[in-house]
């Protein structure tokens, strides 16, 4: 069975420190990539997402993150955070023939002013 | 836009009773999932459709069943809620193909 795993479960960062938020998954086959982002008492949005192509995808509000086939690997980041980032991520990865997301424990990121 | 809503933000229900959740997506999408939201557990899949009428079990369907009796609307339902299902539930739709995924408000469901 797929499994995302994700690095942190809580970072805390100053305003303006760089951020990389780490995301592996477990499957062998071709995958679609997501980051969601849920700010608090808000929905889950679509951050970026990666399907084919440039493995290096820029998302909204400044996100990229970088897809590393050997690595099974698709890290989150931004150089310069800011208070409004603070929120939990979610990194999900579906398969090729799959129907389903799964999804990441989530890493709340915090960010102080 | 896409809009997946959710009957209600927050229930209170007692031990026993029948919890009926609703969800309604207006993009004719073929696929609506039932998640539950748990602080450091992320999103757990309960249930997913993919067509109406049409069900299969996610990671953790023990408790819970759904109906897709019409392609816009999944309901989750507690046949007898317990303090342990107590936790914030998020309805999703996509089209086939997954290549992208419309969460609603969710509901802060808590059982007493």
């Known amino acids: 069975a797929q499994s995302v795993s994700q690095h942190n479960h809580h970072v805390i960062l100053s305003e303006a420190a760089s951020l990389e938020l780490g995301c592996n998954y477990s499957?062998?086959?071709?995958?679609?990539l997501f980051w969601y982002v849920q700010y608090p008492g808000q929905h889950l949005q679509l951050l970026l997402k990666y399907f084919s192509g440039d493995p290096l995808v820029k998302g909204i509000k400044g996100f990229e993150a970088e897809f590393i086939k050997s690595k099974f690997s698709f890290n989150l980041r931004k150089p310069s955070v800011q208070w409004s980032d603070t929120a939990e991520y979610f990194c999900a990865v579906t398969t090729g023939y799959g129907q389903n997301f799964v999804f990441g424990p989530g890493t709340r990121l915090s960010v102080l002013p | 836009d896409v809009k997946v809503t959710q009957s209600s933000r927050y229930l209170v229900k007692r031990t026993g009773e029948k919890v009926f959740l609703e969800c309604v997506q207006d993009?004719?999408?073929?696929?609506m999932f039932w998640y539950r939201q748990d602080p450091g557990l992320g999103l757990r899949l309960i249930y997913f459709s993919y067509d109406v009428k049409m069900k299969e079990k996610g990671d953790i369907p023990e408790g819970y069943s759904v109906s897709r009796e019409k392609k816009e609307r999944f309901s989750l339902i507690l046949e007898s809620a317990s303090t342990n299902q107590t936790s914030m539930y998020l309805c999703a739709s996509s089209q086939t193909g997954l290549r992208g995924f419309y969460f609603g408000p969710g509901t802060r469901l808590t059982v007493t």
């Open positions: 499957y062998g086959g071709t995958v679609n």
């Open positions: 993009m004719d999408h073929e696929n």
